[in-house]
Structures are given as structure tokens and as C-alpha cells.
């Protein structure tokens, strides 16, 4: 299995952050999921990637061009993928990933995973779409969601298509049971 994962490229600034990353990172490893994510050495997603790599993990980055250039991509992944653009690297990261979290981060990662999840609003995909809420750090997606439903913005199946959990463990079990709902024009 490969999990994308979207989070930040920054570490944050309370220290349980980093310490989920790793512990992401270090159950992925052990768990034999394959990491897909953004491809830097930074924030948490270079913490992220290294443990998963410290516990013999396989990690994929995916990357535009014009952040290799910058110099931040991680040097010692398994593979690294160099797209033209953002769109490009979301694109490949959806096509080669069978899920999706979100760990906290800023506005690209909150971009990411909402892409996702309207995809599979709409039936482009079935992948999980899981939140690793960390602190109460995604609450207000969760509640976003709900209100969206409420207020007849969409169909409550598919606020309730998100998965939201602070354990990892219980995340990956919960992604690996998941079962999309009807999609969005049916």
C-alpha cells in the first residue's frame, strides 16, 4: 500500500507535531506502506520521511522542478519524481497513491487534501481521505464539514467520509477499512 501524505514544511510550534511525524513516519516503516509525499528535507515532512527511511521504509517524493532548484528535496529517498509544476506533482501524488492524510500543516496542505476529497466527492477516486488530528488540529475541518452538510452544501455521506483519529495506528486501520460512498451526481 502507498499512503500520501500532505503536511508541513515547516515544523510548527509545539514539538508533539514533529513527534507524530516520526511516529507516522517509524508505522509506515514497519507496517510496509509505502510514504508518498512532497519529497523535502524540511519541517515535518523531512521528519516524516526520515523515519520512515530509519525503519527500512520505501518513500517516494514527489516534486516541481522549481523546489528542486531551491534545493530543499530530501537526498536519500528511495525515489524521487520532478514534475513540471504543483498541479503535476498533485496529479502524480493522486495517481500513484491508495490513500490520503493530512497532518498539520499550513494553506498547501489544507489545498491538498481538500482536492482529494472533492475528487472522491466526485467519484474520481475511492481513495481514504484521514486527517491525523493531532492537538484537536483538524476540529475545524471536521466541523466545517459538518455545517457544510447542515446547511445543504453537501450530502452528509460525504462530510462523513473523512476520516479524523489522533493514533495512527487507529488512522491506518481506519483507511484500510474504508468503503467510498455514492458519488456526488448519482
Known amino acids: 500500500m502507498k ?77 524521487l519524481i520532478i514534475t513540471d509544476d504543483m498541479h503535476g506533482r498533485k496529479q502524480t501524488m493522486a495517481d500513484i497513491a491508495d490513500g490520503f492524510i493530512a497532518m498539520p500543516g499550513g494553506a498547501g496542505t489544507l489545498e491538498e487534501i481538500y482536492e482529494q476529497w472533492t475528487w472522491a466527492q466526485l467519484g474520481i477516486h475511492k481513495k481514504a481521505c484521514a486527517f491525523l488530528n493531532i492537538n484537536g488540529f483538524y476540529d475545524p475541518v471536521r466541523v466545517m464539514a459538518q455545517q457544510s452538510a447542515k446547511a445543504g452544501f453537501m450530502k452528509q455521506h460525504h462530510a462523513d467520509m473523512l476520516i479524523f483519529s489522533s493514533d495512527p495506528d487507529d488512522l491506518i486501520q481506519q483507511i484500510h477499512a474504508y468503503s467510498a460512498p455514492e458519488q456526488k451526481w448519482q
Open 3 to 79: 499512503i500520501a501524505v500532505f503536511c508541513g514544511s515547516k515544523t510548527g510550534n509545539n514539538p508533539v507535531f514533529m513527534q507524530a511525524a516520526r511516529s507516522l513516519g517509524s508505522l509506515f516503516a514497519k507496517s510496509d506502506i509505502e510514504l508518498v509525499y512532497g519529497g523535502a528535507q524540511v519541517g515535518l515532512m523531512g521528519a516524516i520521511a526520515d523515519a520512515s527511511l530509519e525503519g527500512g521504509g520505501r518513500v517516494t517524493g514527489v516534486m516541481p522542478k522549481a523546489l528542486v532548484e531551491k534545493e530543499i528535496e530530501h537526498k536519500g529517498l528511495t525515489e
